[in-house]
């Protein structure tokens, strides 16, 4: 069973290979049964975690499982908030093939996903891009975007001012042209892309903020309980999401129907749509778009099957 470094795997998974690899894979589709989700712990205590447990399988004949383990308690004490697996096997067999690093698969998909839903939803001429979170997933969401957009000004925003410049000296390190914003209106208000990033429970973006002709980029939240964008953010904006469970997990969703600012009739298409071409993306230059991602297992499968064909391809 190989079992690559995480720093073996970030090769593997490089951006443009990764953000082809996630077109093709919900252009063809999968089997995805619904996450399991589990409290471990008492619920609202602050060493409470969550266990999600993500299978998919394929017709090409893999099969993954990721179990991913987010604890927010663990930034008082000095841990990451999230730790996770991903085992793959033959779908024939049942045979491990190999285990990697969950949270660089999990991080690198995401990010991989927020780029493969702007090339649809973003302007063509898009060319400035804030990331607000400087997190693991955050670090990562503009070299992802720098794949599909000539991106001329990036800046990061972060609740804590130290880790955004810090992420974008590490960005400007990559040959980035990435800085830190300590505005966060202003800095919204100048993007033609903002993406947010993080574990956010209550609203850090505003509709008034956002430009008409905006992508605004949602993928940090994943429970009914965090919210990164106020319900008003999807009234008069054309929005898509990354699959059909979306609307059931997503607590921005959730909250903009219920303020009825957006009904789950009026999403406008999931990925699959788009990769396929049986749902458009924009439509014009000064149409507001919206993407919210919960995450699937589909992205994961495809981003352990991408690294494990090179894998095995350097064997021989």
Same mark, same amino acid.
């Given at each position: 069973m190989l079992q690559p470094e995480a720093a073996l795997l970030r090769d593997l998974l490089s951006f443009p290979l990764l953000v082809s690899a996630l077109r093709d894979a919900f252009a063809a589709g999968a089997t995805v049964p619904l996450r399991h989700t589990h409290t471990i712990g008492e619920a609202g205590q602050p060493d409470a975690g969550i266990s999600l447990l993500m299978p998919a399988w394929d017709a090409e004949g893999f099969y993954g499982v990721k179990i991913v383990n987010i604890y927010e308690g663990n930034a008082a004490h000095g841990l990451p908030g999230l730790h996770s697996t991903y085992m793959l096997y033959s779908a024939r067999t049942g045979a491990p093939l190999a285990m990697f690093d969950g949270n660089e698969i999990t991080s690198r998909r995401t990010a991989a996903a927020a780029a493969l839903a702007a090339d649809y939803l973003a302007r063509p001429d898009a060319r400035s891009l804030l990331v607000v979170g400087a997190g693991r997933v955050g670090s990562l969401v503009a070299p992802a975007m720098a794949t599909v957009r000539q991106l001329d000004r990036i800046e990061i925003w972060d609740i804590d001012a130290s880790a955004a410049a810090r992420c974008a000296q590490a960005l400007r390190e990559q040959g980035l042209p990435a800085s830190a914003a300590t505005d966060l209106e202003h800095a919204v208000r100048a993007a033609d892309i903002v993406s947010c990033a993080t574990l956010a429970t209550s609203p850090l973006i505003h509709a008034e903020w956002l430009a008409a002709g905006s992508h605004l980029d949602l993928i940090g939240?994943? #429970?009914?309980?965090?919210?990164? /964008?106020?319900p008003a953010c999807f009234a008069n904006a054309s929005v898509w999401v990354d699959t059909d469970e979306a609307p059931a997990k997503s607590g921005d969703l959730l909250n903009a129907f219920a303020a009825g600012c957006l009904t789950p009739e009026s999403l406008r298409g999931n990925l699959t749509g788009l990769a396929r071409g049986t749902c458009a993306g924009r439509q014009s230059a000064t149409e507001r778009t919206v993407f919210k991602?919960?995450? #699937?297992?589909?992205?994961?499968l /495809?981003?352990?099957?991408l690294a494990y064909r090179q894998l095995t391809a350097s064997q021989h």
């Open positions: 939240s994943f #429970t009914p309980r965090m919210t990164e /964008a106020e991602a919960v995450g #699937t297992a589909l992205e994961d /495809a981003s352990a099957r």
